[in-house]
């Protein structure tokens, strides 16, 4: 077997040691990185007193942006003989798996650990005795290779040994597992006898009696190797990405359709940018079909911080992208695995003895934010910590995940993690955590089992009902999650122990009614989908109009009248879960992120959370406004790529998000020629489209751009893209109008928008502003900057067209069914969506009816005690609506929040109406005068709106005078703004002669 001697850090290394064993040396000399250290084993605490602690943490902390990572405490798991428990070891597998049947019924099988095979010894280490090896001692080398198989019951809190029947796999670590149902599949590693083979053994664990099954699979595959990873992606494929075959890392990536009979494995050569070959790193496959790979360990025994999404277009296309965020640490050894849209990450090594430790050794991406988070706070630059291997320190929950070659599992939204290697010393501790921003899938089995798993009261005993130590209701998923099945019994295997799998959802039904049942590999999200089922069905029955309340925020734990927190994992006999749960609501995130202003020239500007109550400016509008709202679509399994060139030439010319500066010369790169082409694809896919979009969360929404390309390239910047290289994977793009006039680029910024609608149909989602009609743009500079960019003859032909196509855009679109985007207002005449709905296009301004003028135009009143219609200053037969309009409307729509963009208000965004209403601007110091910061809304899953900041660039600037000729020339259409200025900002004084009031204009 070969050496990994590049595990060893240069100034650890052994001379003695041989680094050019063969593949046919024992495992003990597979893996000799110095992870020594003088550190002590951390001493566990009760897991009651551990929760208490890490649950009253989180709630002293102030939450800022998405949910920072949980902390972990110990399990006191029962262990009934010595042989039930796994014992110290490390380079094992922990795999989650479904309950089998239904709760309450003969035969149910509550949700399992089910932890295989690894290394349960070090040589040449007095590991053994418990004694760490000092930092300067030879490298660890794992022995002991096991092929055991241990059950940890998540509902009675206890671990068994399994003895399945069968021909087990051969003894091993660093291997992989993965659940397929009720499955267990087991793929590589490396054992006594070297490089374990290639073959797929499967852990049957359908009846009570486990069974070991292998197998066939035609073709070549991706052979031995041991360091890889594999998952179930899009409950479908299994995939086996990189790894070490004995003799350098690997970047290849393999896939096994379980639809698809005989089964073979494919090598796939995915699109984009993917991970360098690598070994060690860890990947997890998200509920809709995305697989999330991070860390890992490079040809040059570099740990890796970054991470990469893969995932299979419509046409068959795989691609990767890079994930959006920080990562607080490299590292690699480490273990992940999504919690809904969130990848918990924990542990890991960095080489010459050091581990990831502090805050950073528990990490989270949120994939729906496109953010990391660690345990402190939001990570906007890597963390330069002590990783030491001696430096124990810090908080004892932290400490705790201080580890590497362990592994982790999760059951609904509990995390659960296993062994490992800290120090010199292998471990045996279970830890368990809670991730409270779990807002899908959440069933009160799970917490009931975790309840059981985190309490050391009574062990052994299980009332009827697990209650939680607050009242608080879960998120529950307002559906069974897609791909539900029902899963089926094995049938007897052949005499040789290999048998066919079939896990097509078309035949599961079937198999289930035959008593010889079905094959074995079934989808692993529709596994978890039956084992909830039952009580996710009992808790949506609870559910007030089907709608879900949204953890809180602020609290972790209650308090007790004796002052001591209770944990929510703690259970509570006499407690029960609440049947009067208040309907979920969509909430506005207490705090928003804030690129700071930045100073001395600077591009890279201090990020920040301030809370919402510490906006000064809120309340102050300026108008003319520009559109902007929020909504959501469909996954990126759904999209569907553009053959036409021109959006790609396009999208590779504009979209820069870092690097993009004002062209030199004014011409415009496209013609005419390339403009109607770009026109044509767009208005294909605008005129399929209903006048009120129906989108998903999470998503992210735009306002006003007017033209100001700059300002759309900061936001990119600074919180994700729209491209393969951003965060398209992860969430969706609304925008709410105004993309042309007043700004120096509306070419660049309606083209590339438009570009993108064609390149990603399903997540890019345009709506319609007042300024995208002829009469308006041709006064307020779009006409203008076409004829200087493009010559008269293909300018005026070019204005026309984009016209023609904007009388197509949809006028508003709804997410969630919860809130409606649009970019005006509902004036007086709009009362129901049905009435946006009804408007058939193409729609010219001249030919709207007053519901379109209502929408694009309208405005809401100076402030909430402004009640009823008013007459509208931007001119006669507009109007402004005041906040009984808003309560009314969205009382009769069953909607909770109106997002319309079309006014500048100073901080980018402005509550009204109690927060039932939220005005979003995206450009900054909006015509050269404003001052006012540009915002874009981030939703979530769980219906939370976070929004997210930018200031002006060059620094503050108080009056045209005192800032740069240049930088307003290169950005606003001047001598057109001081003709035809926008209404003077809300809050400051009227100056006499000003050029912003009404009168000038």
């Given at each position: 077997?070969?050496?990994?001697?590049?595990?060893?850090?240069?100034?650890?290394?052994?001379?003695?040691?041989?680094?050019?064993?063969?593949?046919?040396?024992?495992?003990?000399?597979?893996?000799?990185?110095?992870?020594?250290?003088?550190?002590?084993?951390?001493?566990?605490?009760?897991?009651?007193?551990?929760?208490?602690?890490?649950?009253?943490?989180?709630?002293?902390?102030?939450?800022?942006?998405?949910?920072?990572?949980?902390?972990?405490?110990?399990?006191?798991?029962?262990?009934?003989?010595?042989?039930?428990?796994?014992g110290p070891r490390c380079g094992h597998t922990l795999t989650a798996v479904a309950a089998v049947g239904e709760e309450g019924t003969p035969g149910y099988i509550g949700p399992r650990l089910i932890l295989f095979g690894g290394a349960t010894a070090l040589e040449g280490n007095s590991a053994a005795s418990g004694t760490p090896s000092s930092a300067g001692s030879a490298g660890i080398r794992l022995a002991g290779a096991t092929a055991d198989?241990?059950?940890?019951?998540?509902?009675?809190?206890?671990?068994?040994?399994?003895?399945?029947?069968?021909?087990?796999?051969?003894?091993?670590?660093?291997?992989?597992?993965?659940?397929?149902?009720?499955?267990?599949?087991?793929?590589?590693?490396?054992?006594?006898?070297?490089?374990?083979?290639?073959?797929?053994?499967?852990?049957?664990?359908?009846?009570?009696?486990?069974?070991?099954?292998?197998?066939?699979?035609?073709?070549?595959?991706?052979?031995?190797?041991?360091?890889?990873?594999?998952?179930?992606?899009?409950?479908?494929?299994?995939?086996?990405?990189?790894?070490?075959?004995?003799?350098?890392?690997?970047?290849?990536?393999?896939?096994?359709?379980?639809?698809?009979?005989?089964?073979?494995?494919?090598?796939?050569?995915?699109?984009?940018?993917?991970?360098?070959?690598?070994?060690?790193?860890?990947?997890?496959?998200?509920?809709?079909?995305?697989?999330?790979?991070?860390?890992?360990?490079?040809?040059?025994?570099?740990?890796?911080?970054?991470?990469?999404?893969?995932?299979?277009?419509?046409?068959?296309?795989?691609?990767?992208?890079?994930?959006?965020?920080?990562?607080?640490?490299?590292?690699?050894?480490?273990?992940?695995?999504?919690?809904?849209?969130?990848?918990?990450?924990?542990?890991?090594?960095?080489?010459?003895?050091?581990?990831?430790?502090?805050?950073?050794?528990?990490?989270?991406?949120?994939?729906?934010?496109?953010?990391?988070?660690?345990?402190?706070?939001?990570?906007?630059?890597?963390?330069?910590?002590?990783?030491?291997?001696?430096?124990?320190?810090?908080?004892?929950?932290?400490?705790?995940?201080?580890?590497?070659?362990?592994?982790?599992?999760?059951?609904?939204?509990?995390?659960?993690?296993?062994?490992?290697?800290?120090?010199?010393?292998?471990?045996?501790?279970?830890?368990?955590?809670?991730?409270?921003?779990?807002?899908?899938?959440?069933?009160?089995?799970?917490?009931?089992?975790?309840?059981?798993?985190?309490?050391?009261?009574?062990?052994?005993?299980?009332?009827?009902?697990?209650?939680?130590?607050?009242?608080?209701?879960?998120?529950?998923?307002?559906?069974?999650?897609?791909?539900?099945?029902?899963?089926?019994?094995?049938?007897?295997?052949?005499?040789?122990?290999?048998?066919?799998?079939?896990?097509?959802?078309?035949?599961?039904?079937?198999?289930?009614?035959?008593?010889?049942?079905?094959?074995s590999l079934v989808e692993a999200s529709a596994a978890e989908a039956e084992a909830i089922s039952a009580t996710l069905a009992a808790a949506k029955a609870r559910q007030v109009n089907g709608e879900v309340e949204p953890p809180d925020r602020d609290r972790g734990a209650e308090a007790t009248p004796s002052g001591k927190q209770i944990s929510t994992l703690i259970k509570m006999p006499g407690s029960a879960i609440s049947n009067n749960s208040?309907?979920?609501?969509?909430?506005?995130?207490?705090?928003?992120?804030?690129?700071?202003?930045?100073?001395?020239?600077?591009?890279?500007?201090?990020?920040?959370?301030?809370?919402?109550?510490?906006?000064?400016?809120?309340?102050?509008?300026?108008?003319?406004?520009?559109?902007?709202?929020?909504?959501?679509?469909?996954?990126?399994?759904?999209?569907?790529?553009?053959?036409?060139?021109?959006?790609?030439?396009?999208?590779?010319?504009?979209?820069?998000?870092?690097?993009?500066?004002?062209?030199?010369?004014?011409?415009?790169?496209?013609?005419?020629?390339?403009?109607?082409?770009?026109?044509?694809?767009?208005?294909?896919?605008?005129?399929?489209?209903?006048?009120?979009?129906?989108?998903?969360?999470?998503?992210?929404?735009?306002?006003?751009?007017?033209?100001?390309?700059?300002?759309?390239?900061?936001?990119?910047?600074?919180?994700?893209?729209?491209?393969?290289?951003?965060?398209?994977?992860?969430?969706?793009?609304?925008?709410?109008?105004?993309?042309?006039?007043?700004?120096?680029?509306?070419?660049?910024?309606?083209?590339?928008?438009?570009?993108?609608?064609?390149?990603?149909?399903?997540?890019?989602?345009?709506?319609?502003?007042?300024?995208?009609?002829?009469?308006?743009?041709?006064?307020?500079?779009?006409?203008?900057?076409?004829?200087?960019?493009?010559?008269?003859?293909?300018?005026?032909?070019?204005?026309?067209?984009?016209?023609?196509?904007?009388?197509?855009?949809?006028?508003?679109?709804?997410?969630?069914?919860?809130?409606?985007?649009?970019?005006?207002?509902?004036?007086?005449?709009?009362?129901?969506?049905?009435?946006?709905?009804?408007?058939?296009?193409?729609?010219?301004?001249?030919?709207?009816?007053?519901?379109?003028?209502?929408?694009?135009?309208?405005?809401?009143?100076?402030?909430?005690?402004?009640?009823?219609?008013?007459?509208?200053?931007?001119?006669?037969?507009?109007?402004?609506?005041?906040?009984?309009?808003?309560?009314?409307?969205?009382?009769?729509?069953?909607?909770?929040?109106?997002?319309?963009?079309?006014?500048?208000?100073?901080?980018?965004?402005?509550?009204?109406?109690?927060?039932?209403?939220?005005?979003?601007?995206?450009?900054?110091?909006?015509?050269?005068?404003?001052?006012n910061a540009g915002a874009i809304l981030v939703l979530g899953r769980d219906l939370v709106v976070v929004p997210k900041l930018i200031h002006p660039l060059p620094p503050a600037i108080s009056s045209p005078e005192a800032s740069p000729e240049r930088h307003i020339e290169d950005t606003w259409m001047q001598e057109l703004n001081a003709n035809r200025p926008p209404t003077p900002t809300r809050g400051r004084p009227q100056v006499a002669n000003?050029?912003?009031?009404?009168?000038?204009?």
């Amino acid at each position: 077997m070969d050496v990994d001697a590049s595990m060893v850090a240069e100034n650890d290394h052994d001379p003695s040691q041989n680094h050019n064993q063969t593949a046919t040396s024992t495992i003990s000399q597979v893996d000799k990185e110095q992870l020594g250290g003088d550190t002590e084993q951390t001493t566990t605490q009760a897991p009651t007193q551990q929760h208490q602690q890490s649950q009253a943490q989180v709630q002293q902390s102030p939450v800022a942006g998405p949910r920072l990572a949980p902390t972990y405490s110990v399990v006191n798991a029962i262990i009934e003989k010595k042989e039930d428990g796994p014992g110290p070891r490390c380079g094992h597998t922990l795999t989650a798996v479904a309950a089998v049947g239904e709760e309450g019924t003969p035969g149910y099988i509550g949700p399992r650990l089910i932890l295989f095979g690894g290394a349960t010894a070090l040589e040449g280490n007095s590991a053994a005795s418990g004694t760490p090896s000092s930092a300067g001692s030879a490298g660890i080398r794992l022995a002991g290779a096991t092929a055991d198989v241990h059950c940890y019951d998540v509902l009675s809190n206890k671990w068994s040994r399994l003895t399945p029947i069968g021909e087990p796999p051969t003894p091993r670590a660093a291997h992989v597992a993965t659940a397929v149902g009720t499955m267990v599949v087991i793929q590589g590693g490396i054992g006594p006898a070297g490089l374990s083979a290639e073959d797929l053994h499967v852990l049957d664990l359908t009846q009570q009696r486990p069974r070991w099954h292998r197998v066939v699979v035609q073709g070549p595959g991706p052979g031995s190797r041991y360091g890889h990873v594999m998952a179930l992606v899009g409950q479908r494929f299994l995939m086996a990405i990189g790894g070490n075959d004995g003799k350098r890392p690997l970047a290849d990536v393999w896939a096994l359709d379980t639809a698809a009979k005989p089964y073979e494995w494919r090598k796939l050569e995915p699109e984009g940018e993917g991970p360098p070959p690598c070994m060690y790193a860890t990947a997890s496959a998200r509920s809709d079909g995305l697989l999330l790979l991070c860390g890992g360990r490079d040809a040059n025994s570099v740990p890796l911080a970054s991470a990469y999404g893969l995932a299979k277009h419509r046409d068959g296309r795989w691609e990767w992208a890079i994930a959006p965020g920080v990562s607080p640490s490299p590292r690699y050894q480490h273990a992940a695995v999504f919690v809904n849209a969130r990848l918990h990450v924990s542990g890991g090594a960095l080489g010459g003895g050091r581990m990831v430790e502090d805050s950073s050794s528990v990490a989270v991406l949120d994939t729906a934010a496109g953010v990391w988070c660690d345990t402190k706070s939001v990570v906007t630059s890597p963390r330069t910590g002590r990783y030491s291997a001696d430096a124990a320190g810090g908080d004892a929950a932290v400490e705790l995940t201080r580890r590497c070659r362990h592994a982790a599992a999760a059951v609904g939204d509990l995390i659960f993690i296993y062994g490992g290697l800290r120090g010199g010393v292998l471990l045996d501790d279970l830890l368990v955590a809670e991730d409270l921003a779990a807002a899908e899938t959440t069933s009160a089995a799970s917490h009931a089992a975790a309840a059981a798993a985190a309490s050391n009261a009574q062990p052994g005993r299980l009332p009827g009902r697990y209650g939680f130590g607050d009242d608080r209701s879960r998120q529950m998923a307002e559906s069974v999650p897609d791909g539900s099945v029902v899963l089926g019994s094995p049938v007897a295997p052949p005499a040789n122990g290999d048998i066919y799998t079939d896990i097509s959802t078309q035949n599961a039904m079937h198999h289930r009614r035959l008593s010889k049942g079905v094959e074995s590999l079934v989808e692993a999200s529709a596994a978890e989908a039956e084992a909830i089922s039952a009580t996710l069905a009992a808790a949506k029955a609870r559910q007030v109009n089907g709608e879900v309340e949204p953890p809180d925020r602020d609290r972790g734990a209650e308090a007790t009248p004796s002052g001591k927190q209770i944990s929510t994992l703690i259970k509570m006999p006499g407690s029960a879960i609440s049947n009067n749960s208040a309907p979920a609501g969509v909430r506005l995130h207490h705090r928003a992120v804030v690129v700071a202003a930045e100073t001395g020239g600077a591009l890279g500007g201090m990020v920040r959370q301030l809370s919402i109550d510490q906006f000064e400016n809120e309340g102050r509008r300026v108008s003319y406004g520009t559109p902007e709202s929020a909504t959501a679509a469909r996954k990126l399994l759904d999209r569907q790529m553009s053959i036409n060139s021109v959006p790609k030439k396009v999208i590779a010319h504009l979209l820069k998000p870092r690097g993009w500066k004002p062209p030199v010369r004014r011409q415009f790169f496209l013609d005419c020629n390339e403009i109607a082409d770009l026109c044509d694809s767009a208005e294909r896919i605008f005129s399929s489209e209903p006048s009120v979009l129906q989108i998903k969360a999470p998503v992210k929404i735009f306002g006003d751009l007017h033209g100001q390309f700059g300002d759309l390239m900061r936001l990119f910047d600074e919180y994700g893209s729209p491209s393969t290289a951003g965060d398209i994977a992860y969430i969706d793009y609304l925008f709410l109008g105004d993309y042309v006039d007043r700004g120096q680029h509306s070419l660049e910024t309606i083209t590339l928008l438009l570009a993108l609608k064609v390149e990603y149909p399903h997540n890019v989602h345009l709506i319609r502003g007042n300024h995208e009609a002829a009469d308006i743009n041709a006064l307020f500079g779009f006409r203008i900057e076409c004829i200087e960019r493009m010559g008269e003859r293909d300018g005026i032909w070019a204005w026309h067209r984009i016209n023609q196509l904007f009388n197509w855009l949809p006028l508003a679109a709804l997410i969630e069914k919860k809130i409606i985007c649009m970019h005006g207002g509902i004036g007086r005449s709009i009362n129901h969506v049905e009435q946006i709905e009804n408007l058939h296009r193409p729609i010219s301004m001249e030919a709207g009816s007053i519901v379109l003028m209502d929408l694009l135009w309208s405005d809401p009143t100076e402030n909430d005690s402004v009640e009823g219609l008013r007459p509208n200053a931007r001119g006669p037969g507009l109007v402004t609506f005041g906040p009984d309009r808003v309560m009314e409307f969205c009382n009769n729509n069953d909607l909770q929040l109106i997002v319309r963009a079309h006014e500048c208000v100073m901080d980018g965004f402005e509550r009204f109406a109690q927060g039932h209403l939220i005005t979003l601007f995206s450009a900054t110091n909006y015509c050269g005068t404003a001052n006012n910061a540009g915002a874009i809304l981030v939703l979530g899953r769980d219906l939370v709106v976070v929004p997210k900041l930018i200031h002006p660039l060059p620094p503050a600037i108080s009056s045209p005078e005192a800032s740069p000729e240049r930088h307003i020339e290169d950005t606003w259409m001047q001598e057109l703004n001081a003709n035809r200025p926008p209404t003077p900002t809300r809050g400051r004084p009227q100056v006499a002669n000003d050029r912003g009031s009404l009168a000038w204009i």
